[in-house]
């Protein structure tokens, strides 16, 4: 029985490309599905995220609604982060500007990055933010404060809207993370779930 003829080198040459093509395209597609999932949250407000963009608002109209505003930290980021105020009645339609705080109190600069939601999640698609801190790297020296202002507006549709017509509250959330070069030089280990700060 004669044995069989080893496989051209010519042949292994191509599946071996096709393979380091379908890795590198499966890491490629790793890379990009974060910012490309927090643009589709953005658009669609999917997952409790607000609209951001330069929308002005339309003026207030109707009835007021009130925004509570919560801050975390994730367990490895030792700010001490908290809204100014803990939440404003507005009218909707209105523009309203607030204000978060965070302080450092270790003796090392320490970067952040911070993410953010609105809860209920139906209402984000409603809920616009003209200016904000969020996704933006912040760097605060050894023992220094800083506060951190956005500005947003409820619009008015959402008064139309059956399913969120009877909201009376929303609650806009903001977490800060350690950004990843810091944490990495800090030895912080990975990014995992959020704790409440500490006042």
């Known amino acids: 029985m004669p044995t069989p003829a080893p496989n051209p080198p010519r042949r292994n040459g191509l599946i071996a490309a096709v393979l380091a093509g379908v890795i590198g395209g499966m890491l490629g597609l790793s890379f990009a599905a974060v910012p490309l999932y927090r643009l589709f949250c953005q658009a669609t407000g999917y997952g409790g995220t607000p609209q951001i963009g330069p929308a002005a608002s339309p003026g207030a109209v109707g009835r007021t609604i009130t925004v509570r505003f919560n801050a975390d930290v994730n367990s490895n980021m030792p700010w001490k982060f908290s809204p100014v105020q803990p939440a404003v009645t507005l009218h909707l339609g ?6 978060y705080a965070a302080r450092n109190p270790t003796a090392v600069p320490v970067n952040g990055v911070a993410t953010y939601n609105v809860t209920p999640d139906k209402v984000a698609r409603y809920f616009h933010k003209t200016a904000c801190f969020c996704f933006d790297e912040q760097t605060l ?59």
């Open 141 to 199: 020296a050894p023992g220094q404060e800083m506060s951190f202002p956005l500005s947003f507006w409820v619009d008015p549709a959402i008064a139309d809207d059956p399913s969120t017509r009877d909201i009376g509250t929303i609650t806009l959330s903001y977490t800060f993370f350690r950004a990843l070069d810091d944490a990495a030089i800090a030895k912080a280990g990975p990014h995992v779930g959020p704790l409440r700060a500490t006042p």
């Open 94 to 99: 209105e523009e309203a500007v607030a204000y």
